[in-house]
């Protein structure tokens, strides 16, 4: 598999074809999403929950996400990495979005960063690309500004609301970014968003008239305990969870049973030594 670039990107647009993108937030994460050939993989905030245990995604620093980019990064031969700008390290100003920036693709060793926000974005999204970082804006529901939000909620559902998405998303294609997520927006609004616009829309929530889609990963492979709430837009893959669970009690009543280890799975000593030994 060939690295995926900013022109691979450019190009599957241009053909029309669906980009692919999931989130991973370890070495082994990022490891199997890039052997399944993903377009991108984004190491998204959401490992403040999904990795970290956190309650939401204002909890996790900088310094944390550079973290997992690096393991992330060591991992994706073939991916476009990009790292996202955790609350609080980008909207100060656009010099200290710019240092963050710089910061997770020296440090993280990513190749792009994403950043929630719109028309208010513009001039920090202008700062950073034209330093030569590319930057995939985030428009709709940005999840860093529930508490402002009133919570995860679809956004763009009233005229005003797509609207303002429209123009969102208008807005930070103009300020430089080679592409947008379009999270928890209707799938009429995100089409017509997506024929707007020149650079590709990859939906989260958004319907399938997206150039292309993301999925948070540990949602979509199951591996979580059942019972968790899973938005609308979740398509369940896989079950993980299950998977480990079944591998692990296996291996609870092996040891408990004396089964496990085999004699296939012990060191041999040899017949002489052995008699030396016992001596
Ligand atoms: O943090 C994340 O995983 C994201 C994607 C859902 C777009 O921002
Ligand atoms: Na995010």
């Known amino acids: 598999r060939k690295k995926v670039t900013i022109n691979t990107l450019r190009s599957l647009h241009q053909k029309q074809e669906p980009i692919t993108m999931i989130t991973a937030h370890d070495f082994p994460s990022a490891h199997v999403a890039d052997h399944a050939g993903m377009d991108m993989i984004l190491v998204g905030d959401s490992l403040a929950m999904v990795a970290l245990g956190m309650q939401d995604t204002s909890e996790v620093l900088l310094e944390e996400m550079i973290l997992h980019c690096r393991s992330v990064s060591r991992a994706t031969k073939s ?53 030569g970082i590319p930057v ?21 559902k009233t005229t005003g609301g797509a609207l303002k998405v429209l123009e969102d998303a208008l807005a930070v294609q103009e300020a430089g970014c080679f592409a947008v997520v379009l999270e928890a927006v209707p799938a009429e609004v995100a089409s017509l968003v997506t024929k707007k616009l020149k650079i590709p829309t990859i939906g989260i929530g958004a319907g399938n008239g997206c150039s292309g889609q993301v999925l948070v990963q540990v949602d979509m492979s199951g591996n979580f305990p059942p019972g968790r709430f899973l938005p609308k837009f979740v398509k369940q893959y896989g079950d993980v969870w299950s998977e480990s669970m079944r591998a692990i009690e ?7 049973s004396r089964a ?12 002489e030594e052995l008699q030396e030994f016992e001596r």
Do not use: C, W
């Open 79 to 131: 991916a476009f990495t990009i790292g996202d700008l955790p609350m609080g390290s980008y909207e100060i100003a656009p010099e200290q979005a710019l240092e963050s920036a710089i910061k997770i693709v020296k440090e993280g060793r990513v190749q792009a960063v994403k950043l929630e926000g719109g028309l208010d974005m513009a001039p920090t999204i202008q700062r950073i690309t034209k330093a």
């Open 136 to 156: 995939l804006g985030h428009v709709g529901l940005t999840p860093q500004r529930q508490n402002a939000l009133g919570g995860f909620r679809v956004q763009g």
């Open 250 to 256: 296996t291996y609870k009543s092996e040891v408990k």
């Open 260 to 271: 496990y280890p085999a004699t296939a799975h012990t060191y041999p000593m040899p017949a």
